[in-house]
């Protein structure tokens, strides 16, 4: 809610009758303590609140806020505590108040409004690197409008995941919305097997005997470029290479795109650096 609809409900609303409500720099105070809407991080353990302090120097920092993990919590805002029921001033959104009712829609830095200025004008913008959290007015806009246009899915028999680091890294691949990051953790699934094939190669030749020599060849070509592992798991392990062809064709599309990538921006040792195999 914005301040003037907060001063106009105050005198039906107990909670805030007695409280002093200002204005702060276009935030609202409410019993000397500001809302600020946040995205934290999935790391954090959101079964306890956190406490934000200044680094200390010589002494013990003053603690100026709690991060309070708010969001998807479904409650009567009527029975919330009193530092709850600041935040969800600032969450709802009506110009009054028309349900009891109310699910959060972000978490909150309750902050001490005497510590706002210094807060908002020296640290505030800097808290994804500090804090693992980013305030709601300060996060980027990043969109990713390119979709996959798909009108029909086919199922593939023979297929095993056999690890669980395997799962892992599907589920953020499905969850992860960033494309290039899809990529990446798609890719590190073929990383893995590019261990674990040459490590079946030398266990065969192992397996066999007398194959010092081989083996020590193998080994050698484990070191090379990286494009020497992909093109080798590619036709020894891979059964239709004309499926993987049509996959691949989708790049067509996208080609300036895929050169600005691997050419213009990728390390050294990527595997498409080179413009020539």
């Known amino acids: 809610m ?24 276009h935030q609202v105070s409410i019993d000397n303590k500001i809302a600020l809407p946040i995205l934290c991080s999935h790391s954090f353990d959101r ?75 020296k640290f505030k913008k800097t808290s994804p690197l500090w804090g693992s959290f980013f305030h709601i007015d300060d996060k980027p806009e990043i969109k990713f409008d390119k979709k996959k246009s798909t009108s029909k899915i086919f199922i593939k028999k023979g297929i095993k995941i056999s690890n669980s680091i395997y799962k ?12 290039f990051n899809r990529f990446l953790k798609l890719y590190h699934l073929l990383e893995l097997q590019f261990d674990l094939h040459t490590a079946e190669k030398i266990k065969l030749l192992v397996e066999q005997g007398n194959k010092e020599r081989e083996i020590s060849t193998k080994l050698k070509e484990y070191t090379k470029e990286e494009i020497k592992r992909l093109q080798s798991i590619v036709f020894e392990r891979c059964n239709v290479i004309d499926d993987l062809v049509l996959k691949m064709d989708v790049i067509k599309n996208f080609e300036a795109k895929a050169d600005e990538i691997f050419y213009e921006y990728g390390r050294q040792s990527n595997p498409l650096k080179k413009t020539a195999f």
Do not use: M, W
């Open 2 to 25: 914005k301040f003037e609809h907060i001063i106009a409900i105050k005198d039906d609303d107990e909670f805030l009758e007695e409280k002093e409500i200002r204005k702060e720099f």
């Open 47 to 121: 079964s306890n609140e956190i406490i934000v302090e200044y680094e200390p120097t010589t002494r013990k920092g003053p603690s100026i806020g709690t991060i309070k993990f708010l969001k998807g919590v479904k409650r009567d805002y009527t029975s919330l505590p009193d530092e709850e029921r600041i935040c969800f001033y600032t969450d709802y959104e009506e110009e009054v108040i028309v349900d009891q009712i109310h699910t959060f829609k972000y978490d909150y830095l309750l902050i001490e409004t005497k510590y706002f200025t210094t807060y908002r004008r």
């Open 168 to 179: 892992d890294n599907l589920l953020l691949s499905i969850n992860e919305p960033n494309p």
